[in-house]
């Protein structure tokens, strides 16, 4: 009797899939011009404004810690006034749309974010448009603007520009930010991964994602600038012969990187170099005034997305995770002369 229902269920489920199969759902075959070019429009606004969002977040944390530690860039300087210029008509065609609805419709040179951190901050605004850099008419392109800018800049001199603000004509001095010459740039990679190739920095939109506090992501922005900052990039490329630029994770989904052919040798060195960018790194974040307490727990963030590199292995080019995180606890202790307070001699609890 049972097996009786059973057959008649299976036999009911069989029709439906053949009746599914046998009348298709029925669809417009093409979607209308204006909806199709309103929703383009409204995702490019968005992305737009999520791109410039992570720009803004990557370089907000990054300039505390270029202007803090310039005395440690050598000659590896530069001024900057902090700010984002644009131009609407620089932008791709198809994203026009979207931009003039943003950001209204006059194609000239104007202000598009002042860095929080930045010379600027208190002087100029969005949407202010250029029209004189002491006294240079501003050029055609924003790439023109921005060398000219930086040119007037170079020795650190006052920069003063004309700016049109609500159809009023100002005269506005700045004093630039001087700072280390190590631009930060955003890498749009899933992978969680910052880099250092002796002259940038760059971190992925997948970091920035992970590291969801301001701190984790000044963490690892200060340890690409101490590689940086401590010329470990042209010895390591001679001690190694290695192309890539791979940092923080290496080779935990088995897959060979460049570096892991290197060999064990140059991962001891390699070891070495990373366990002093960490600890250079906390000094830099020390200086430039961030937070530090808790920043360990970051590793074990790190850990539980690749548990690889809890412990050693052959190919390992890093410190454990458990190294990183006990070594940079001391660190922290031993920079905030808060030692009484900071157990080092047993794991921190973890963050609830
Ligand atoms: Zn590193």
Redesign the pocket.
Known sequence: MIAKHIQTALIGAFCCLIAACSTPRQYEAELPEELLQKEQTEQFKQALQYQLKQRIRLVEIAHPLLIHNVERCGKRTRYSAGVFLHKISEYPKPQLKAVKQLYGSEDQLKVLHVLDTGASSEKLFAGDQILLINKHPVPDTSEAAIDLLKNEMQSGQTLKLQVMRNKQKLEIAIQPDHLCDYPIQLSQSDAVNGYADGSQIIITSGLMRFANKDNQLALIIA??LA?NTLHHIPQRLSNTAWGGLI??ILNTSGIPSPFVAAGLGANLYSQSY?TE?DLEGLELMYNAGFELEGLELFWRDMAMIHPAIITHNQSTSHPTTVERAIRIRKEIAELTKDSRSIDTTSPPPYEK
Request: proline content about 0%.
């Open positions: 340890h690409e590689h940092d923080i990373e960018a």
